[in-house]
């Protein structure tokens, strides 16, 4: 059975949103990414029935959420807070894209609380609230238009912490991968018909060989694929009639 961890040390921070739907969408982009903190400062209106519509399975997420009068309350037990900007603001907060600082914001989240602030949709967050943060990051855009809708921008933001997070995450084919010893009589096997094709030179026939190898070691033959294989090659060996 998987046992899914759920990352309580990253908080997602909602400054004063205007639309309850955004608020929906933020919840469930924040629990698809496997985050369940979600603070909201003065949200126009919550709860709403448009917010439980669009957090869709992560209701719970939502009505969850700690709401506060000021960000200073939201963020007072993060030791670390990252705003976020579609604007190039001209301030003296360091500013990074996103992905370049991702490392840093899983980095600091081991050891404290950490916070990550998002702005109104009119508005963004205002130089008072920059000011409360130690670090802004942005999500690069394009050149005329770069700000994104906010529950988008929590997507966005919430995929890079949790790719940071577990950067190795493939999705593992469920498929039984030809054993060696099934691979060796396939490269047998294919020796043996080059041979009989010509292709192979008999006097040097490892260069070839090796570099065949090569190829189907990188294909990673299941067993089904060199059944396969050596169907061809056996279909080569009959006698044509
Ligand atoms: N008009 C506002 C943007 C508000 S969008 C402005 O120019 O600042 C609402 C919030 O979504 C922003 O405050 C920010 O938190 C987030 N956001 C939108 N686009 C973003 C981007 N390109 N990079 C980082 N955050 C972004």
Same mark, same amino acid.
């Given at each position: 059975?998987?046992? #899914?961890?759920?990352?309580?040390?990253?908080? #997602?921070?909602?400054?004063?949103?205007?639309?309850?739907?955004?608020?929906?969408?933020?919840?469930?982009?924040?629990?698809?990414?496997?985050?369940?903190?979600?603070?909201?400062?003065?949200?126009?209106?919550?709860?709403? !029935?448009?917010?439980?519509?669009?957090?869709?399975?992560?209701?719970?997420?939502?009505?969850?959420?700690?709401?506060?009068?000021?960000?200073?309350?939201?963020?007072?037990?993060?030791?670390?807070?990252?705003?976020?900007?579609?604007?190039?603001?001209?301030?003296?907060? !360091?500013?990074?894209?996103?992905?370049? #600082?991702?490392?840093?914001?899983?980095?600091?989240?081991?050891?404290?609380?950490?916070?990550?602030?998002?702005? !109104?949709?009119?508005?963004?967050?205002?130089?008072?609230?920059?000011? &409360?943060?130690?670090?802004?990051?942005?999500?690069?855009?394009?050149?005329?238009?770069?700000?994104?809708?906010?529950?988008?921008?929590?997507?966005?933001?919430?995929?890079?912490?949790?790719?940071?997070?577990?950067?190795?995450?493939?999705?593992?084919?469920?498929?039984?991968?030809?054993?060696?010893?099934?691979?060796?009589? #396939?490269?047998?096997?294919?020796?043996?018909?080059?041979?009989?094709?010509?292709?192979?030179?008999? &006097?040097?026939?490892?260069?070839?060989?090796?570099?065949?190898?090569?190829?189907?070691?990188?294909?990673?033959?299941?067993?089904?694929?060199?059944?396969?294989? &050596?169907?061809?090659?056996?279909?080569?060996?009959? !006698?044509?009639?």
């Amino acid at each position: 059975m998987l046992k #899914f961890v759920l990352n309580q040390k990253i908080q #997602f921070v909602l400054v004063r949103p205007s639309h309850p739907g955004n608020i929906g969408a933020v919840a469930r982009a924040i629990a698809t990414m496997g985050f369940d903190q979600l603070a909201l400062v003065s949200p126009s209106e919550h709860p709403h !029935p448009e917010s439980r519509a669009r957090s869709s399975a992560a209701l719970d997420v939502l009505l969850n959420a700690s709401v506060h009068n000021d960000l200073e309350d939201a963020i007072g037990d993060s030791g670390y807070v990252v705003g976020t900007t579609a604007r190039n603001r001209r301030i003296s907060v !360091p500013v990074s894209p996103i992905r370049d #600082f991702v490392d840093e914001i899983v980095r600091i989240s081991d050891k404290q609380k950490i916070s990550i602030v998002f702005g !109104p949709e009119t508005s963004g967050l205002s130089n008072e609230e920059i000011d &409360r943060c130690n670090h802004l990051v942005y999500i690069p855009s394009g050149e005329k238009y770069s700000s994104l809708n906010l529950a988008m921008a929590v997507q966005v933001v919430a995929y890079e912490i949790k790719m940071s997070l577990s950067p190795d995450e493939k999705i593992i084919p469920d498929r039984n991968l030809a054993s060696g010893q099934e691979m060796e009589l #396939f490269y047998e096997h294919l020796k043996e018909v080059l041979l009989e094709t010509g292709f192979l030179n008999p &006097r040097n026939p490892k260069q070839l060989m090796r570099r065949l190898r090569a190829l189907f070691n990188r294909a990673e033959l299941d067993e089904n694929e060199v059944n396969i294989m &050596r169907g061809i090659l056996t279909s080569y060996q009959k !006698p044509k009639e």
